[in-house]
C-alpha cells in the first residue's frame, strides 16, 4: 500500500467553479502535512501547509482529518490559473521523511 | 538567483554510462534529498543527507549513488545508467526538523537510450 494516495484526475472545472481534492495517508504517525502546486514540467512548489486546525489562505482551504487520516484542499472561484497538479506529502518526523502523493491534476476551464 | 539549482537541466545518454547530476543550494539549509518522478507514481525519494557526513537511503536507492561534498552541494550519480531510470530528477532542501516545507530545485530531466 502506497504511503500516500491521491485521485490522479483530471478534474476538469469552469472558471468560477469549487472544487475539492482529498489526500489519504497510510502511517497515523504522520505529523506534518503539506499541498504543493507542481506546473507541467516544472518543480513542485509549496502551496501551504496543513495545520490541525484547517488553514486557510485566500481562495484555497486545507483542513486535516486525522481520525481518518486524510487531508483535503479546497478551491473557491477558480481561476485559468489554478490549472496544474497538486501534490499533497506528508512527512512522519520521527523518521524525517517526505511522502508525496502522485498528484492531481486540475484543468480549469473558460 | 535561484536558490536550489540543478545542473544539467536536460541530459540524454546511452545504456551503461556514468552519469552526474548535480545541485547546489544557498539557502544554507542541512538537509538535501534527491527524488526521481514518473509519470503517474509520483516523487520518489532516492537518497537524503542531513548534514556533510549523513547520507540515507530512500525507497528506491538500488542503482544510484549520492556524494554530499559540502553543506550546499548533493550530487546523484547513475554508474551505469538503464533505460528505466529515464525520469525528472529533483533536488530538495529543507530547514531543521521535518516540520519545515522543502524547496526542489528546477529539475534534471534524463533520458537513457
Known amino acids: 500500500r502506497k504511503e500516500v494516495e491521491q485521485d490522479p484526475g483530471p478534474f476538469n472545472v469552469p472558471e468560477g467553479a469549487t472544487v475539492a481534492f482529498n489526500c489519504t495517508y497510510s502511517?497515523?504517525?504522520?505529523?506534518?502535512f503539506f499541498w504543493y502546486r507542481q506546473d507541467c514540467r516544472k518543480e513542485p512548489k509549496l502551496l501551504m501547509s496543513v495545520y490541525s486546525s484547517g488553514n486557510e489562505d485566500g481562495r484555497f482551504t486545507a483542513q486535516l482529518n486525522r481520525a481518518s487520516q486524510y487531508i483535503s484542499l479546497l478551491i473557491r472561484d477558480s481561476k485559468l490559473s489554478d490549472s496544474a497538479t497538486y501534490l499533497c506529502?506528508?512527512?512522519?518526523?520521527?523518521?524525517?521523511?517526505?511522502?508525496f502523493g502522485s498528484g492531481t491534476k486540475l484543468n480549469v476551464k473558460p | 538567483d535561484a536558490d536550489v539549482t540543478q545542473t544539467p537541466r536536460n541530459r540524454i545518454t546511452k545504456t551503461g554510462k556514468r552519469i552526474m547530476l548535480e545541485c547546489s543550494q544557498t539557502?544554507?539549509?542541512?538537509?538535501m534529498y534527491w527524488y526521481r518522478q514518473d509519470p503517474g507514481l509520483g516523487l520518489r525519494l532516492i537518497y537524503y543527507?542531513?548534514?556533510?557526513?549523513?547520507?540515507n537511503k530512500g525507497e528506491i536507492s538500488d542503482g544510484y549513488s549520492v556524494s554530499r561534498q559540502a553543506q550546499a552541494k548533493f550530487s546523484l550519480s547513475l554508474e551505469s545508467a538503464i533505460p528505466n531510470q529515464t525520469a525528472l530528477y529533483f533536488c530538495?532542501?529543507?530547514?531543521?526538523?521535518?516540520?519545515?516545507?522543502?524547496?526542489f530545485g528546477p529539475g534534471t530531466r534524463l533520458t537513457v537510450l
Open positions: 530538495a532542501t529543507s530547514a531543521g526538523e521535518g516540520g519545515n516545507e522543502q524547496f
Open positions: 539557502k544554507g539549509h542541512d538537509r
Open positions: 543527507s542531513f548534514d556533510v557526513k549523513d547520507i
Open positions: 502511517n497515523s504517525a504522520s505529523q506534518s
Open positions: 506529502a506528508v512527512n512522519l518526523n520521527n523518521f524525517n521523511k517526505f511522502y
